[in-house]
């Protein structure tokens, strides 16, 4: 009777979680101003939708975001909401997960990691934002557990979806070249940790490659497969398959391009930004990390250690490597908060009640921050996390031109200054042309030209327009600060948020003709 109680309890708690999942990755989900990158990523989906040519460029990332904001847009009309539903539909998800898995990590486990993705500032933050990398930890925490059910119990289906799984992650972004370096490292590191106990499972592993060869070849084509249907558009378009291809000295290309980023150091910020952003809103996954590391070195579980070492691998190269936005903490918080939840559900039932205590409290504390980043401070840049935002004080001017121009009978109720077109270009897609600021014309239909605050003066064809300044973006990235002084700085903003220097911004200029009161 004990066990069938505990077996329904569990499955309330994941009914729970669920449910809790869904209202916090949609409620409110479209409120918030459409941020440059989701105008356009929005955009280029929009146009598969619509049937026009699209051809992986890897600027933008992979396809597999494309496809699904196309099949949504398909679906829905093309909404704030709808904009971020794709990234709320993968975070609900990856909240599940692992509560599926509780056959392979335990219930405590499953659990305690669910729970700590649930309430995580960043990845709801990130769940309800357009952008690649909340899309692709999920095919990463899918992948990694089919890779471990082929290392305990070599067999051809997880071996199968394991490479099914990856080939769908370097469908979304090339973070995963990232990903693979860091499983390698860690496996090596485990390795010699574990010492012999790590032999069965490579003796395991190479006994099955020896025995069942066309299972191996098998997993090769699925990969290949499924990369070749991703990247060519379903087989439609071989120029975008070829761009694909990984080519470190081909800046043309997938790995070469982002490669050659690292020199450029897009964000601009210190080696430690994303220790920054884990103090500032993942503190219970920040110290739980630590003491799983020091647990799993402890109790040499090799699945537990595996994980610690993918999540200090996964920091340690994304902190290394040369862009660093938000959005891309999210493939090393994800071995990180699996490593967390790990020690917390392995330890559990053996912490005292004052750690226990201490936990939980940890764990409010994320819940509030990710409230207050999320449902309060969602469009304030003062919050790292929201990087560069639109500011709701641009959306009545958005409101005002979609009332004005929405019977526009052509495309030129909007001009826009092809120098400012995120994301305009995606906001106000059904009425308006992007023009060059040194040679245009305005239409009899024109109500409305942005023009980039530096082209005005070269800009002669609406020169007796009505002009007025409108800010685009804004933005606060914060000034470095090392002296012992400066803590009380960093103290004060992790509890008020407040900033220690001005804030950021950038300006567009709003045309209107004198003929309509301007």
């Not at 056959?103 to 500032?121: E, H, N, Q, W």
Request: overall charge positive; glycine content about 4%; hydrophobic content about 50%.
């Amino acid at each position: 009777m004990t066990g069938l109680k505990n077996r329904y309890s569990f499955w309330i708690v994941c009914v729970g979680i669920f449910a809790v999942a869904i209202f916090s990755r949609l409620y409110l989900l479209g409120i918030r101003p459409v941020h440059h990158d989701e105008g356009m990523l929005s955009y280029f989906a929009w146009q598969l939708a619509e049937m026009k040519n699209y051809s992986y460029s890897p600027q933008i990332h992979g396809p597999i975001l494309f496809y699904v904001q196309a099949v949504l847009f398909a679906l829905f009309e093309t909404s704030n909401f709808v904009v971020r539903l794709g990234p709320a539909i993968f975070g609900i998800i990856l909240v599940a997960i692992p509560l599926s898995l509780y056959k392979a990590i335990g219930k405590p486990r499953a659990t305690a990691i669910s729970l700590l993705i649930l309430v995580s500032p960043m990845f709801l933050y990130f769940s309800r934002f357009l952008v690649h990398t909340s899309l692709v930890v999920v095919f990463y925490l899918g992948f990694i557990y089919f890779l471990r059910s082929f290392v305990v119990s070599p067999k051809p289906i997880p071996l199968y979806l394991a490479s099914i799984f990856l080939a769908l992650a370097f469908g979304v972004s090339e973070v995963t070249y990232i990903l693979v370096a860091a499983i390698f490292a860690s496996a090596a590191v485990s390795t010699l940790i574990l010492g012999r106990k790590s032999f069965k499972y490579y003796k395991n592993i190479g006994q099955y490659f020896k025995e069942n060869s066309p299972d191996i070849v098998s997993a090769i084509l699925l990969f290949v497969l499924v990369w070749i249907a991703i990247y060519s558009v379903g087989f439609t378009n071989v120029a975008s398959l070829k761009t694909s291809i990984p080519n470190p000295f081909a800046k043309d290309t997938s790995l070469g391009f982002w490669l050659s980023q690292h020199d450029v150091r897009l964000g601009g910020q210190p080696w430690f930004y994303y220790l920054l952003l884990a103090l500032s809103y993942e503190p219970i996954i920040l110290l739980g990390s630590l003491f799983g590391l020091v647990d799993s070195i402890i109790k040499k579980n090799p699945f537990y250690l595996f994980v610690a070492w993918w999540a200090v691998f996964m920091l340690a190269i994304f902190s290394w490597a040369g862009e660093k936005f938000p959005w891309l903490f999210l493939p090393p918080l994800l071995p990180l908060t699996v490593l967390t939840g790990y020690y917390i559900g392995t330890n559990w039932k053996n912490f005292k009640v004052l750690s226990k205590i201490f936990w939980v409290a940890m764990a409010i504390i994320s819940l509030f921050i990710s409230i207050r980043l999320n449902y309060i401070n969602h469009t304030e840049t003062r919050e790292m996390a929201v990087y560069v935002q639109t500011p709701l004080s641009f959306q009545k001017v958005i409101d005002k031109i979609e009332k004005d121009c929405k019977d526009s009978p052509d495309k030129n109720c909007v001009l826009i200054d092809q120098k400012i077109s995120w994301p305009l270009s995606w906001t106000f897609k059904d009425y308006s042309t992007l023009i060059y600021s040194e040679n245009f014309t305005p239409q009899p239909s024109t109500k409305y030209i942005f023009m980039d605050v530096a082209s005005i003066s070269s800009m002669n064809a609406a020169k007796d327009w009505n002009s007025q300044q409108v800010q685009l973006r804004e933005w606060w990235v914060p000034e470095s600060c090392h002296k012992i002084t400066c803590m009380p700085k960093y103290f004060e903003y992790f509890i008020t948020r407040k900033v220690w220097n001005e804030k950021g911004g950038f300006d567009t200029t709003l045309l209107t003709p004198v003929k309509n009161g301007g």
